[in-house]
Nanobody, 125 residues
Framework: VQLQASGGGLVQAGGSLRLSCADS????????MVWFRQAPGKEREFVAAISWSGASTDYGDSVKGRFTISRDNSKNTVYLQMNSLKPEDTAVYYCAAIQSDLYYLATYPSYMNYWGKGTLVTVSS
């Protein structure tokens, strides 16, 4: 698994962005995929997770109803659609992979098997 996140940028409050995370490896569908974010001076925060099949999704409380995670296993890619963005969503966003049978641990950064490099999202007020 080799993850590469993209799609970050500068957006005004209330706007939208879609992040992508592509896996150049061959075992993408064996893993649940997770998005975390980290703002300056803060701990890494769970954002969203999706099971290997896409049948299950979970969201952090701060993004519920505004963000949507999805995946396309044929393209080895996971997405994070972010709507109604707020300045407090400003952070570096990371995608990560966790073994599919450990999906119940997806909110914990220490259990991730692989990480991608982050992509910066800046929301201006």
């Amino acid at each position: 698994v080799q993850l590469q996140a993209s799609g970050g940028g500068l957006v005004q409050a209330g706007g939208s962005l879609r992040l992508s995370c592509a896996d150049s490896g061959r075992s993408f569908s064996r893993y649940a995929m997770v998005w975390f974010r980290q703002a300056p001076g803060k701990e890494r925060e769970f954002v969203a997770a999706i099971s290997w099949s896409g049948a299950s999704t979970d969201y952090g409380d701060s993004v519920k109803g505004r963000f949507t995670i999805s995946r396309d296993n044929s393209k080895n890619t996971v997405y994070l659609q972010m709507n109604s963005l707020k300045p407090e969503d400003t952070a570096v966003y990371y995608c990560a992979a966790i073994q599919s049978d450990l999906y119940y641990l997806a909110t914990y950064p220490s259990y991730m098997n692989y990480w991608g490099k982050g992509t910066l999202v800046t929301v201006s007020s």
